[in-house]
């Protein structure tokens, strides 16, 4: 008797665990590919648009998808639909917080600019907790917690 509980509650862990991976599974940053996006409050063409975004690379996180729709959140918790078309793989991140960005990937390098909360930067590369990146007329490493739009 002990044997068939011990099966049921294995089988039990292993649903919940399965589950749960598959939830956070559908949460990615992205990125907008272009320059104006349309956000629909469901997910199909024939679904009203709810509001515009007019910011190539801008961060945003999936949480959910439906065919070729995309369900995404962003910094502010705005919500809504975005067809496949109009996203890429995450490239950009949103600063939280003011940062130093540093000629190297250390906190004893060189300052070269002070990097203001909500800024958009595109990254290059990261490795352990710094990612390089670029903005305007900076290229420099930056630390990266305060970031929004990074899967650690």
């Given amino acids: 008797m002990t044997f068939k509980v011990k099966i049921k509650e294995i089988s ?55 065919e070729n729709f995309r369900r995404i959140i962003d910094l502010k918790n705005n919500s809504g639909w975005i067809h496949v078309s109009q996203l890429k793989r995450s490239n950009s991140v949103i600063v939280t917080k003011d940062k130093v960005l540093f000629k ?13 909360k909500g800024r958009l930067l595109i990254v290059q590369k990261c490795q352990k907790k710094w990612c390089e990146i670029e903005t305007d007329n900076f290229n420099g490493w930056i630390k990266t917690d305060d970031l929004w739009g990074l899967t650690n």
């Fill in 104 to 116: 190297k990937p250390t906190s004893f390098a060189r300052p070269i600019a002070l990097i203001k």
């Fill in 12 to 66: 039990i862990l292993f649903c919940l665990f399965f589950f749960c991976s598959m939830s956070s599974a559908n949460e990615i940053f992205l990125s907008l590919k272009k320059s104006k996006v349309n956000v629909r409050y469901g997910p199909s063409f024939g679904s009203d648009i709810k509001y515009v975004y007019k910011k190539i690379n801008l961060p945003i996180k999936q949480i959910d998808k439906k």
